[in-house]
């Protein structure tokens, strides 16, 4: 039997113009990402969000909210069904907390950490200062 490629994810749709938000598929779970294209066609990440209900309307309304105009494009990582809604929330903050101190992806983020990483850290602290 044929495994497959991601143990995660299921599909994506990468780098689509915020006005073709709606060419998405429906009840899109997973991961999202939005990003402003510069004059020299990067693509600077602005924002990191999840959703559990649909990509799509997520991205509706942050077109429209106080995130208008600061984005141009997005993309969309759908995950497996059997993923859970606690295991896509550990996600994106692996992903916030990595991009905790960029200014640019922070500028939008107003969760700039994660509790999770927080008590990570400390869980760890302890564990190497135990084992010395």
């Not at 990003?35 to 693509?43: F, G, L, T």
């Not at 990509?55 to 993309?75: E, I, M, N, P, Y």
């Not at 992903?95 to 700039?112: E, G, P």
Request: glycine share 6%.
């Amino acid at each position: 039997m044929r495994q497959a490629t991601s143990l995660l994810f299921k599909s994506f749709h990468e780098f689509v113009s915020a006005d073709e938000i709606s060419s998405l598929p429906k009840k899109i779970r997973g991961l999202y990402a939005l990003y402003r294209k510069d004059k020299n066609d990067y693509m600077n990440l602005m924002y990191v969000g999840m959703t559990d209900t649909g990509a799509k309307g997520r991205l509706f309304s942050h077109s429209k909210g106080s995130k208008v105009d600061q984005w141009t494009h997005c993309s969309v990582y759908e995950v497996w069904d059997n993923i859970t809604q606690e295991q896509i929330a550990e996600l994106e903050a692996l992903f916030r907390h990595t991009l905790r101190k960029d200014a640019t992806a922070s500028s939008l983020n107003v969760q700039r950490g994660s509790a999770i990483f927080r008590n990570l850290r400390q869980e760890t602290a302890k564990r190497l200062n135990g084992a010395a």
